[in-house]
């Protein structure tokens, strides 16, 4: 489907975000979750994680830039066929992201149904 508009996307991510449970967000530290239209090395991906996992961080970890949580309006909107699938995309891809910060692989993502 051709892609939503900037500001109608991300307030589709705020709701996905507003969807996780209070306890998961308070343990989202030093995250930040951005909307951009696409990857540039892979046009394709409808989300990224780049940071250290918590399950990764140790006793040197401090004062590091925020991770960051990229969901891809363009290439989400390219996949689904309907504004009830974007949502529902969004809010999966959002979920997938914050379980790569909890230090969550695809394998597992995948076997939970978080594809």
């Given at each position: 489907?051709?892609?939503?508009?900037?500001a109608q996307f991300e307030e589709l991510v705020a709701d996905a975000l507003d969807e996780v449970p209070a306890e998961l967000m308070a343990?989202?530290?030093n995250v930040v979750v951005l909307v951009e239209d696409r990857n540039a090395d892979e046009p394709d991906l409808l989300g990224l994680y780049e940071g250290y996992a918590l399950?990764?961080?140790g006793w040197q970890y401090g004062g590091a830039l925020p991770d960051r949580i990229m969901i891809y309006r363009e290439?989400?909107?390219?996949?689904?066929e309907s504004e009830?699938?974007?949502?529902?995309?969004?809010t999966i891809t959002v979920v997938h992201e914050i379980a790569h910060h909890?230090?969550?692989?695809?394998?597992r993502l995948h076997e939970l149904g978080w594809g």
């Open positions: 489907m051709k892609a939503l508009p900037p343990l989202l530290d399950t990764e961080r290439a989400i909107c390219d996949v689904c009830d699938e974007v949502v529902e995309e969004v909890f230090g969550i692989d695809d394998k």
